[in-house]
């Protein structure tokens, strides 16, 4: 059984929330999360702001802007198998078409998604408020922790090199 550690501490949190948001880079959004199945799609995190807001460029012509705008309440999931971290946050998102925010999330990258650059008519962003999630992550590096899930296999001693906890940003 692993460590548990719970971010009460707004700073850390987000701290924590960043350190893996930003090395998975992809998310996986959930929104209209009263129905099944729950709609589910891969987002591209642009940013994590210092007060914990993440934020994705969007089409606005998307089944998941449909949905925050009929119901702000959405989950946002981060898989990091490499790194053996993990991520999960429940919060609110908005859409917003406000340009100044697009002209600093914008990429390069992005103009796959919409041609048109910035100036795409279908280009949107959404913002996520995370209020509350939960981490699972290694103690140590990814050689260790292999090394220590061998050892527990020959010895049949449970392997402690992980650490999870709340956050609450």
Not at 38 to 61: H, N, R, Y
Not at 67 to 95: C, H, M, W
């Amino acid at each position: 059984m692993g460590d548990v550690k719970h971010y009460q501490n707004s700073a850390e949190a987000i701290k924590k929330i960043r350190e893996i948001a930003e090395s998975t880079n992809i998310g996986m959004l959930c929104t209209n999360l009263t129905e099944m199945p729950i709609s589910t799609c891969p987002m591209a995190t642009q940013k994590v702001e210092d007060d914990g807001e993440i934020w994705f460029l969007s089409g606005k012509d998307s089944s998941h802007n449909r949905d925050i705008k009929k119901d702000e309440r959405v989950q946002l999931i981060y898989a990091n198998p490499g790194s053996s971290s993990f991520l999960s946050l429940y919060g609110t998102a908005e859409v917003s078409h406000d340009r100044q925010k697009i002209d600093e999330m914008w990429t390069n990258l992005a103009k796959v998604w919409f041609p048109e650059g910035k100036e795409d008519p279908n280009l949107s962003l959404i913002c996520v408020k995370p209020e509350e999630g939960y981490y699972w992550d290694t103690k140590t590096n990814k050689m260790i922790a292999f090394l220590q899930m061998a050892v527990s296999v020959v010895t049949g001693k449970m392997a402690d090199g992980g650490i999870e906890g709340k956050l609450k940003p």
